[in-house]
């Protein structure tokens, strides 16, 4: 047990990251319908925290080592960790998200990869460099973008990066065209969890949503080439990719789905038809 209050309370150490990792592992196996996808866990505590967090209160309060805030033994939930331990400190807990979102994240049109990236996003637990430094502390929390020294929070990465703002100005643009909305921006809720305001088709609002997480998804693919490749990529050369990977997506729905089930997920004015076959104008 020495080992691991040393690994609780000193994250620094090279078995703490083990310890913290099949520590999950081994509530997951004991409480797996706790552990489940369904809903969002950093806003609710559970019957495993609330034991755990008494457990170590106790530890504490009997003259145990010392629960530092910042490195609480949490392997998913940082923020309900820190609040069971400390209740008389309130820290930051993420806006509570709607289920919309996590219906959103369950959309057939979203493949293997979009699903876990829409979900890491929902749960807040896309690492970025402000996530490495609250948690692991390690780096500084700055944007990697050359010229950006803000501080690299997901709201920044994913909307107001200038990269990013960069990429959303296309996205309104292509809206404003299929929807005719002049008045319609990209919101927060829309760059991070693909809402949009009540009304409007149920088949636009989804492929809104899926052209949203498509990308997030270059987004967040550059940043990640800058960082462990030092590969600078143009926004315009982005913008190309996402263009092309929702030209293949459409392409592939044709080619597989039934002529009733492509009209029902691809229609006017997304598409048109030249020569019977559908194209896009992104």
């Not at 950006?148 to 309104?172: D, G, K, P, Q």
Request: charge should be positive; hydrophobic fraction near 40%.
């Amino acid at each position: 047990m020495k080992g691991v209050f040393s690994a609780i309370e000193n994250p620094s150490f090279p078995f703490a990251y083990f310890v913290r990792y099949w520590g999950g592992f081994c509530l997951r196996t004991y409480w797996p319908a706790i552990f489940s996808n369904d809903r969002p866990k950093a806003l609710y505590p559970s019957e495993v925290y609330i034991q755990v967090s008494d457990s170590l209160r106790k530890i504490r309060d009997a003259g145990g080592p010392e629960f530092r805030a910042i490195t609480t033994p949490s392997v998913l939930y940082p923020y309900l960790f820190c609040s069971l331990l400390a209740p008389s400190t309130p820290l930051a807990i993420p806006a509570v998200v709607s289920p919309e979102v996590w219906r959103s994240i369950g959309s057939r049109l979203l493949d293997t990869r979009l699903r876990d990236l829409a979900w890491r996003v929902a749960h807040r637990i896309l690492v970025t460099n402000h996530l490495r430094l609250f948690r692991w502390g390690l780096g500084d929390g700055v944007c990697p973008r050359r010229g950006c020294r803000n501080i690299e929070s997901l709201e920044h990465l994913l909307l107001n990066c200038y990269f990013a703002r960069l990429v959303w100005s296309w996205f309104e643009s292509y809206v404003t065209r299929i929807t005719g909305s002049i008045s319609w921006t990209v919101s927060e809720d829309f760059a991070l969890y693909g809402l949009l305001p009540p009304g409007g088709q149920t088949w636009i609002r989804d492929l809104l949503f899926l052209f949203a997480t498509i990308s997030k998804k270059y987004i967040w693919n550059s940043r990640c080439r800058l960082v462990f490749d030092g590969e600078s990529t143009r926004v315009e050369s982005t913008v190309t990719l996402i263009k092309s990977d929702i030209r293949l997506r459409m392409e592939a729905d044709h080619s597989r789905l039934t002529v009733s089930a492509f009209h029902c997920r691809w229609r006017e004015p997304v598409i048109y038809y030249r020569g019977g076959v559908p194209r896009m104008k992104l």
